[in-house]
């Protein structure tokens, strides 16, 4: 408690770290407030051109994303700060360019001490529960979050680490074209296997 000269007390609170009890020794007792459920939707190559939000005569079926389109707000110019997966996942987590992060390829590591939007909502008092590929690089495959569902589908390691003193040198993972030419439907596959782990764990 903190005394005034009027005699008045008042409970003051640096809201700076996680945990009842700040740096300057006040308590930290939140109001009660009602807050608002978040739930962030990212989705692997996901073109918007082929959305019908942005194209009423796309052939792609997308109902939920269209109620969610209808009932919210669309950005007509949002981009990518990269076009790779992990690049451009860390920096929509941390609001932050590759070049800051040092996010420049696939087996990119995103330091632990770089904060997220996560590590912010956890500091108002929200749990956070991960479900899915975030494709985190290294050994913190939380990075904010208090709670991750599944593993990922993707290697946390550093086996995707590009070999930049030979940049002609085509690995046997890179992308290729065999993703596009071998399309269609198929009985089962690593990212349906994937897909409905995710949903059963969710459920």
Request: glycine share 6%; net charge negative; with cysteine.
């Amino acid at each position: 408690m903190a005394s005034y000269g009027d005699g008045s007390e008042t409970e003051r609170s640096f809201h700076l770290h996680e945990g009842n009890v700040t740096s300057n020794g006040f308590i930290h007792r939140p109001t009660p407030a009602v807050k608002p459920n978040i739930l962030f939707i990212m989705a692997d190559q996901m073109i918007a051109p082929m959305l019908k939000m942005h194209n009423p005569n796309s052939v792609i079926h997308t109902p939920n994303i269209d109620k969610l389109a209808q009932n919210g707000v669309v950005f007509d110019s949002a981009y990518c700060n990269s076009p790779l997966c992990a690049p451009s996942r860390f920096c929509l987590v941390t609001g932050q360019l590759p070049s800051k992060i040092g996010a420049y390829d696939n087996a990119s590591h995103l330091n632990a001490d770089i904060p997220t939007f996560v590590h912010y909502l956890r500091m108002e008092g929200y749990e956070t529960t991960l479900a899915g590929k975030m494709h985190f690089v290294g050994p913190d495959q939380l990075h904010g979050y208090e709670n991750r569902l599944t593993s990922d589908i993707y290697p946390s390691d550093f086996g995707w680490s590009v070999n930049w003193d030979k940049p002609d040198e085509r690995q046997e993972w890179f992308h290729n074209m065999s993703s596009v030419l071998q399309a269609g439907p198929c009985v089962r596959s690593n990212q349906l296997d994937f897909d409905e782990e995710v949903m059963y764990k969710v459920s």
